[in-house]
Every structure is written in structure tokens, then in C-alpha cells.
């Protein structure tokens, strides 16, 4: 009877972890590192073009969210570079390469991880990296004015049922969780869409913000 108890409990334990699966919410644990630190508006409002160079709806959508932000800093800017080229001031063009990854850890985590519910309460690892490269033209002319390079690499932890239902494995002996574990060191793209809703302002308005800076001292 004792043992058909702790049978019971430990069903239990199991279908509340596995269907309260994302009980580890998305979290970038850097991402503090990427917020401004200073607000420089420019005196004079600057009319800027924006080139988009990015090969992926996330980049299109991250720098349209930099063009917003520019708005700011007393900086127009619009993405009909050749119908307003007179009107402007400057061409700033934006390149974003992202790469998406996974973790080794996450094998762990899985198996044996799943013995104390880790994919729950802890949740995958995932990486998110963004190179961002800015160049500064003068419309008129072409010349290069200025140009700078920034690495973004978010570290991401994320819990979702499409992966810890694996923790079932508490009622087979753990086979399923070891095979998922071999899969789970691959990125996970259901979180791209949460990450970037939580990200991308604030990284536009960090970039935004450095081009302000630029644009000061040509000013």
C-alpha cells in the first residue's frame, strides 16, 4: 500500500512538472549589459537614410526598431533612401548577421537533470548572436564618414513543453529523456519570436544611441 502511495506521488510530481512545463519563463541574463548609459540628442535635427543589409525578417524587423529609436535623439529617419537622397544628410547603412545556438549543457540538464525537474525550474541554454556593422556616408558625394562594429551575444534560458514533457522519463527509466537530451543541444526556434519581443528595443535603442554619438561629432 506505502509503495503504491509513493507510486502515485511520484505520478504525481511527474504530470505537474511536465504540463506546468514552462514554469521557467524566458529569461536573457545579460541583457542589462546592452541598456544605455547616456542620452546624447543632437542639437540640430539630422535627416538620415537607412540602408538595410540582413538577410532575415528578425534583421528587417531589428532595424526598423533602430530607425523608431533614432527618432529620439532629434534624428529623422527614413528607409526611402533614393526618393529622399537631396533631402538627407547622411546614409547609414546597417548590416545584422545572426546566428542562433544551442548549448551542450543542454544534454545534461535533460538527462540526468530530469531526475530533480532541471529543464523546469532551470530551463535550456541558448545563444543569440547578433553582428551589427554601421556605415556613415555622405549622400551627396559617397565619401565614407564613419563606420564602427558591434557584437551582441544574449545568454538565454527558456523552459516550454515542446521540451520538458521529456521529463516523463521519471516513468520509463530515463530513456526518453536521454535521446531528448541528444536533440535538446540543438537550438530550440520556438524561442526566437519571445526573445526578440524582449530584446529588440532595447538593443535598437542602444545601437540608435551610438549612432547619435557618431553623428555629434559630424555635426
Known amino acids: 500500500m506505502k509503495v503504491n502511495k509513493i507510486i502515485n506521488a511520484i505520478i504525481s510530481i511527474v504530470i505537474v512538472s511536465v504540463f506546468s512545463g514552462c514554469a521557467h519563463q524566458l529569461e536573457i541574463k ?35 526598431k533602430i530607425a523608431d529609436s533614432l527618432q529620439r535623439y532629434n534624428i529623422k529617419a527614413t528607409t526611402a533612401v533614393s526618393l529622399n537622397e537631396k533631402k538627407l544628410d547622411y546614409v547609414v547603412k ?29 530551463g535550456y541554454n541558448y545563444t543569440i548572436e547578433h553582428n551589427l556593422s554601421v556605415l556613415l556616408t555622405d549622400p551627396k558625394s559617397g565619401a565614407q564618414l564613419d563606420s564602427f562594429y558591434i557584437p551582441i551575444k544574449l545568454d ?3 523552459a516550454a513543453i515542446n521540451r520538458t514533457w521529456t521529463e516523463i522519463g521519471w516513468l520509463e527509466f530515463g530513456v526518453i529523456p536521454l535521446v531528448g537530451g541528444v536533440f535538446f543541444i540543438q537550438y530550440d526556434n520556438n524561442v526566437t519570436p519571445i526573445a526578440h519581443d524582449m530584446a529588440i528595443p532595447v538593443l535598437a535603442d542602444f545601437i540608435a544611441q551610438e549612432i547619435a554619438e557618431r553623428l555629434q561629432t559630424l555635426n
Open 30 to 64: 545579460n541583457l542589462d549589459m546592452y541598456k544605455n548609459t547616456s542620452l546624447i540628442s543632437l542639437k540640430k535635427q539630422a535627416q538620415v537614410g537607412i540602408v538595410a543589409d540582413t538577410r532575415t525578417m528578425e534583421g528587417i524587423i531589428f532595424i526598423k
Open 94 to 122: 546597417i548590416t545584422v548577421n545572426s546566428d542562433y545556438k544551442g548549448s551542450g549543457w543542454n544534454f545534461w540538464i535533460n538527462w540526468p537533470g530530469f531526475l530533480i525537474f532541471t529543464p523546469a525550474w532551470h
Open 156 to 158: 538565454i534560458r527558456h
